[in-house]
């Protein structure tokens, strides 16, 4: 790492020597990029890292558009400045790394349905690639004026410093990832289940938020292995858990419980959300196909939904809702309990009523 930095600082000396004619400005400039690439060195994960690069790059050259995208397997992460640009530059995304909409992960934006996006011409747009081990990633730039040498040495010098700091913390939660994820259906696993639940119910019960749980399994599962044998029952649960993952809101964790059977914590979510998710998902699961060894698998699944009272803790919470997903079970599968009900209008239930008092009078 001090061969890098000193490697860095070598290159920076040379290269502002060159760009600005007073020692002055050259010293300012220095120091400033100089610090910047210190300050990347001691971040404890990419994002922070990301952070950073795009801290300095505002701070030295400034710009109308900065993204930074990491692969991550057959996701990317994303960091965007601004997030009105989000539209265009997802189409970009999506061609340059062949990914579709629903395998971006943005680090730093949260986006609501119908926002406002400004369309930008593309003319100006560059980008930058960082290939290191373990890490694959581009740097999108629309500076504030056009690109000259400065801009591109400035940047390689940005990423040159980020890039060995970058790649170590994400081969780190590489690791950290492996320990708490399944193997088979990319779901947290059993152990992160309990951290993350842990934690959810602290901050709901401190700042008074609502929180729900569900838990299903797939019916019959046992008679799908016996039928089409184990990877058969490997291929359901893979495509089952990515269908869940993928209608579930980004901050909602969903973990397996064991073996077919999984649960999900819905943060800032009550109970009659929950069942709506629930239901939603249900019919889902029910209405695939799931292909294997030129045979059609189809699968149902029941649900149990239950939401955090006060001075409940984790075992009552997951408690109630295995309770409810066991009554789901016996009251004929492939449901959620409790069950949704679908409340009249008085118009309608006047109706009702009156025609269960014409059908009462007809046979008398």
């Not at 990319?186 to 569900?214: M, P, V, W």
């Not at 019919?283 to 409940?312: C, D, Q, W, Y």
Request: net charge positive; with cysteine.
């Amino acid at each position: 790492m001090k061969q890098t930095m000193q490697k860095i600082a070598d290159n920076l000396s040379d290269f502002f020597s060159v760009v600005f004619r007073t020692a002055a400005k050259q010293a300012s400039a220095q120091n400033k990029l100089t610090r910047h690439i210190v300050a990347l060195n001691k971040k404890t994960s990419s994002k922070e890292i990301i952070n950073e690069v795009a801290v300095c790059l505002k701070d030295i050259l400034g710009y109308r558009l900065f993204a930074f995208v990491v692969k991550k397997e057959s996701n990317v992460d994303v960091w965007l400045d601004p997030r009105m640009y989000k539209k265009s530059l997802e189409d970009i995304i999506l061609e340059d790394f062949n990914i579709s909409r629903k395998n971006l992960n943005y680090l730093n934006q949260k986006f609501e349905p119908g926002e406002l996006q400004e369309e930008f011409s593309l003319k100006n747009l560059v980008y930058y690639e960082l290939n290191e081990e373990n890490c694959y990633s581009r740097l999108y730039m629309l500076p504030k004026s056009s690109i000259t040498p400065f801009h591109d040495e400035v940047v390689s010098l940005i990423l040159q410093g980020c890039a060995t700091a970058l790649s170590k913390q994400i081969q780190m939660e590489n690791l950290k990832d492996a320990a708490v994820i399944d193997p088979l259906t990319g779901c947290y696993n059993r152990r992160e289940f309990d951290n993350q639940i842990n934690r959810h119910i602290a901050t709901a019960s401190r700042h008074g938020k609502r929180l729900s749980l569900f838990m299903f399994d797939l019916d019959y599962f046992k008679k799908i292995n016996d039928t089409h044998g184990h990877l058969g029952g490997d291929q359901v649960l893979k495509k089952i858990s990515f269908l869940v993952k993928n209608n579930m809101r980004t901050g909602d964790v969903l973990a397996r419980y064991g073996g077919e059977e999984f649960i999900a914590i819905l943060p800032e979510t009550d109970k009659n959300k929950a069942m709506e998710l629930a239901d939603r998902l249900r019919a889902k699961i029910a209405a695939m196909r799931i292909p294997h060894n030129g045979t059609t698998i189809r699968v149902t699944a029941s649900f149990g939904v239950s939401e955090l009272t006060p001075n409940a803790g984790m075992d009552k919470f997951i408690q109630d809702a295995d309770t409810m997903l066991y009554k789901a079970k016996v009251n004929g599968r492939n449901r959620v309990m409790p069950g949704l009900i679908k409340i009249c209008s008085p118009r309608e239930a006047d109706k009702k009523a009156k025609t269960l008092l014409y059908n009462s009078l007809s046979t008398i």
